[in-house]
């Protein structure tokens, strides 16, 4: 089975700062990864994806992460925040078998100080 | 959500009388998705569907049904609403591993 644990339903960072959201996931075959990204009111809007190719992923918005098979990791991160970032970031786990599902992580609601 | 519009965008709804949610897509996707999202659980799969006339059930299933009897449309059914169904219900359509594209999100209230 398929699952996803998101570090943290809270982060807060101060513009200019890191930001680094943290996911592991558990799957028993090889997975597709994704992190998405919620704004107040929207619907959830793809920020990048990971599908067996290139283990360092390049989203929008400056985003990255990296998929880390070791350590069932997918973190992802920006250099610097802007107070535009602030937003619910979700990762989720999709497998193909025999009929595609996605599960998706609790969510983290990124703050950034100004 | 370009490709992708769900209705209503909001309704009130009574204890007991059944609601129908609507999710109309442009896209031609073969799978469709409807979630619930709650504070504390992010999102849930309620229903999902593969094809026209082809779906099968979610993790969080009960209480709810759904049809598909066009590529386009994927209809989302409580049958006899409860005050544990109020959420932000979310439609979404899938080409596998592209990821989802969701749409704007119902809020349903139940009284």
């Known amino acids: 089975a398929q699952s996803v644990t998101q570090l943290g339903s809270h982060v807060s960072v101060s513009e200019g700062a890191l930001v680094l959201l943290r996911c592991n996931y558990s799957?028993?075959?090889?997975?597709?990864l994704f992190w998405y990204v919620q704004y107040p009111n929207q619907g959830l809007q793809l920020l990048l994806k990971?599908?067996?190719?290139?283990?360092l992923v390049k989203g929008i918005n400056g985003f990255e992460a990296e998929f880390k098979k070791s350590e069932t990791s997918f973190h992802l991160t920006k250099p610097s925040a802007h107070m535009s970032d602030a937003a619910e970031y979700f990762c989720?786990?999709?497998?193909?078998?025999?009929?595609?599902?996605?599960?998706f992580g609790a969510g983290t609601r990124l703050f950034v100080k100004a | 959500d370009a490709g992708i519009t769900q209705s209503p965008r909001h309704k009130v709804t009574e204890t007991g009388t059944p609601v129908t949610l609507r999710c109309h897509q442009t896209?031609?996707?073969?799978?469709m998705y409807w979630y619930r999202q709650d504070p504390g659980h992010g999102l849930r799969l309620i229903h999902y569907?593969?094809?026209?006339?082809?779906?099968d059930k979610g993790e969080v299933s009960d209480g709810y049904s759904v049809s598909r009897s066009k590529t386009e449309d994927f209809l989302l059914t409580l049958e006899s609403a409860t005050s544990s169904q109020t959420s932000v219900y979310f439609c979404?359509?899938?080409?596998?591993?592209?990821?989802?594209?969701f749409g704007s999100g119902t809020r349903l209230t139940v009284v």
């Open positions: 990971y599908t067996s190719a290139a283990t």
């Open positions: 569907s593969y094809g026209v006339k082809d779906t």
């Open positions: 896209e031609n996707h073969r799978y």
């Open positions: 979404a359509i899938s080409d596998i591993q592209d990821g989802y594209t």
């Open positions: 799957s028993s075959v090889p997975p597709y």
């Open positions: 989720a786990v999709s497998q193909n078998t025999g009929g595609f599902k996605t599960i």
